[in-house]
């Protein structure tokens, strides 16, 4: 049985037609070879990272090595083909300890180039993101990152302790 939503849709790197829509393919060769080609694309330096992708890592405190290592050393987890789109899920450390990463990107296969997208530490490791999820993601993500400084003493919810 194939990881597939919405069958009918064979070669991820096709243009699909309005019938074939295809949300999300997580059939085991297409992934296999998706990391083959991503691994020879990275290798090359044959990519840019896009200003959401900094933007995440600014805000959640990883490094353009750390997305580079996920590429280097990730798995493919899921090709969304009507965006020529991959999710690279792997592990970035800091200090003593190991945290996921999840790396968005669009492929070019004909000018063998990959833009990083996005990159974000996901709330839920193992739960693949949807399309629709990942366009959400992209459309309404906040590009500024708010802090609040609150004076000893300040009411809030609690107040501060002396």
């Known amino acids: 049985m194939h990881d597939v939503k919405?069958?009918?849709?064979?070669?991820?790197?096709?243009?699909?037609?309005?019938?074939?829509?295809?949300?999300?393919?997580?059939?085991?060769?297409v992934l296999n070879r998706a990391l083959e080609r991503l691994?020879?694309?990275?290798a090359e330096g044959r990519y840019d990272l896009k200003p959401h992708a900094t933007t995440h890592a600014r805000a959640e405190g990883f490094f353009e090595k750390d997305i580079v290592h996920v590429l280097h050393s990730g798995?493919?987890?899921?090709?969304?083909?009507?965006?020529?789109?991959?999710?690279?899920?792997?592990?970035?450390?800091?200090?003593?300890i190991r945290l996921p990463l999840h790396v968005v990107v669009d492929i070019f296969e004909r000018d063998f180039w990959?833009?990083?997208v996005t990159a974000f530490i996901p709330k839920h490791p193992h739960i693949l993101?949807?399309?629709?999820?990942?366009?959400?993601?992209?459309r309404f993500d906040q590009t500024e990152v708010k802090s609040k400084v609150v004076a000893r003493g300040e009411r809030g919810r609690k107040r501060w302790k002396k």
């Open 75 to 96: 798995k493919v987890r899921a090709v969304y083909p009507q965006d020529q789109r991959w999710l690279i899920c792997g592990y970035f450390e800091v200090g003593p």
């Open 114 to 116: 990959v833009d990083v």
């Open 39 to 42: 691994r020879d694309i990275v």
């Open 129 to 138: 993101v949807s399309r629709g999820r990942l366009a959400l993601m992209l």
């Open 6 to 29: 919405h069958f009918g849709f064979l070669n991820p790197f096709d243009t699909p037609s309005s019938e074939t829509l295809l949300e999300m393919d997580t059939r085991d060769f």
